[in-house]
């Protein structure tokens, strides 16, 4: 993450535009951590953006689901929830259903309503309680997407090892 505030300001971020009003996003993740601080994980990112993480922790792996608000202003992520993880494998998925909501300036808008679930063997999905509203990301709009990354520049790190990511509607 290097000089960056929050993944707002980080280039290595694997995203693409929402791509359907409603969809389901999931991916198979395989975390190898180094160094405490490592993460990996889905992310739905705009303006706001949430994060669904494996987090390599001084207490071992922890799956965190956390939200940054107003990112383009480098607020910090606010960790949501925080599950301790036994395996390093785990499938991350995010329902996104098209909404809308009032923006900053009371004006109705389209927006979409994000559930973030985990699961240890693709079957059964425990789902996040805190949905979180994606708005418009500036220009480019709303994106999903997967991303791995460390607190700071280091020639051995760990590795993240997406099998696969899969969009259904």
Do not use: H
């Amino acid at each position: 993450i290097g000089q960056a505030k929050n993944l707002w300001d980080t280039p290595a971020l694997l995203l693409q535009k929402f791509p359907a009003p409603d969809f389901k996003a999931t991916t198979k993740l395989t975390f190898s951590p180094f160094k405490k601080g490592e993460r990996a994980g889905l992310m739905v990112m705009g303006q706001d953006y949430a994060t669904l993480t494996l987090d390599e922790t001084e207490n071992g792996l922890v799956l965190n689901y956390s939200i940054c608000m107003n990112a383009t202003a480098g607020n910090a992520e606010i960790i949501q929830t925080s599950v301790p993880m036994k395996q390093n494998s785990v499938y991350l998925s995010v329902e996104v259903k098209q909404t809308k909501s009032l923006n900053k300036e009371k004006i109705l808008q389209p927006t979409a309503t994000c559930i973030f679930s985990y699961s240890a063997d693709g079957k059964l999905f425990t789902e996040i309680e805190k949905p979180f509203i994606a708005w418009e990301g500036k220009w480019i709009g709303a994106k999903v997407g997967i991303f791995c990354q460390r607190p700071k520049a280091l020639n051995d790190s760990g590795y993240a090892d997406f099998d696969w990511f899969r969009i259904d509607k």
